[in-house]
């Protein structure tokens, strides 16, 4: 069974800068897709971005010119740089990871941003 584990979340002021990261357990088959989702307290969960194995990357209207998704294929893992941070983006945010064994979810990590 394959695990997600996301890592690096925390606290930061408006305007600032984080980083977190997703890892998997296996670093093969290489997943197909690689997204982030985030999910605030009352709301549904959301995707933040995508990446495929190929390179194709999708964003969130409201992270588009924000967040970068960087993805390492070969060891199957993924970040999130997330710049310019707002109030509005705290959530858990969750590494999703789908491919030919099955889709996968992250336990989760939280990200505040103080305003």
């Known amino acids: 069974q394959v695990q997600l584990v996301e890592s690096g979340g925390g606290s930061v002021q408006t305007g600032g800068s984080l980083r977190i990261s997703c890892n998997a357990s296996?670093?093969?088959?290489?997943?197909?897709?690689m997204a982030w989702y985030r999910q605030s307290p009352g709301k549904q969960r959301e995707m933040v971005g995508l990446?495929?194995?190929?390179?194709?990357?999708t964003y969130a209207d409201d992270v588009k010119d924000r967040f970068t998704i960087f993805r390492n294929n070969g060891e199957n893992s993924m970040d999130l740089q997330m710049d310019r941070l707002k109030p509005e983006d705290t959530a858990v945010y969750y590494c999703?990871?789908?491919?030919?064994?099955?889709?996968?979810w992250g336990q989760g990590t939280q990200v505040t941003v103080s305003a």
């Open positions: 999703n990871a789908a491919g030919r064994s099955g889709e996968y």
């Open positions: 296996q670093h093969t088959p290489i997943f197909y897709t």
């Open positions: 990446k495929t194995m190929h390179g194709l990357t």
